[in-house]
């Protein structure tokens, strides 16, 4: 079974790594409404995740990996730190902007980069905390043409944090783990009264003629 899926990644790197990496972080999203306990999925949400995560986080990624590995080929402490370095101030904030834009923009919102201003740096500090570690292990130790699978396995934990922090959450880590750790009823209420509030304020706002 190892031996044919990683045959089937040297023979079609891109399709499957993009397809991967796609289908992990749309999966983050719908951790997210599950450990909510939300009473119904809310799959145009997942949808609008799955096509950002499609269209660029995959697509980017899997260029970025090459990109890297000609400016700094192989795996030495050296140019493993360089390769990281450049990463996390180059593309992890890449990455957080266009989810927030992204997202916002199939949404429809008028300001879609209203979550970005309130988010976008609690967020990017959050990843510090664990994009570096994971990144380490992949530039070490994992072979270029599954580098994107691999980061894309970490994405699905970290689209479910962005999905928190975008719908409910400030972009911190204590917030997601006091969401996490937190009586599931309560959340649940919580969101139910969060969406109640947005419905609220959508029509009171006054129609421009």
């Excluded at 719908?30 to 499609?54: C, I, L, P, Y």
């Excluded at 699905?156 to 928190?164: D, K, N, S």
Aim: aromatic letters at 18%; one cysteine or more.
């Amino acid at each position: 079974m190892r031996q044919a899926f990683l045959r089937h990644v040297r023979r079609f790197p891109w399709a499957t790594n993009v397809t991967l990496y796609g289908g992990l972080f749309a999966g983050g999203d719908f951790v997210h409404q599950w450990f909510s306990r939300r009473e119904e999925m809310d799959w145009r949400h997942t949808r609008n995740v799955a096509v950002v995560a499609f269209s660029f986080h995959g697509n980017f990624n899997f260029f970025w990996m090459r990109f890297l590995e000609r400016r700094f080929p192989g795996n030495s402490l050296r140019m493993v730190l360089r390769k990281l370095l450049l990463d996390q101030t180059t593309a992890a904030p890449l990455a957080t902007s266009v989810f927030y834009t992204g997202v916002s923009f199939l949404e429809g919102k008028e300001d879609i980069f209203e979550d970005w201003r309130e988010k976008f740096l609690n967020t990017y500090k959050t990843g510090l905390m664990f994009w570096p570690f994971m990144q380490f292990v992949n530039f070490a130790l994992v072979p270029l043409y599954v580098r994107t699978t691999f980061t894309g396995c970490c994405a699905f934990v970290w689209a479910t944090f962005l999905c928190f922090s975008r719908q409910s959450g400030d972009g911190t880590a204590e917030a997601a783990l006091a969401w996490m750790f937190s009586p599931k009823e309560d959340d649940a209420e919580a969101n139910d009264k969060m969406d109640a509030s947005k419905e609220g304020t959508v029509a009171s706002k006054p129609t421009q003629n």
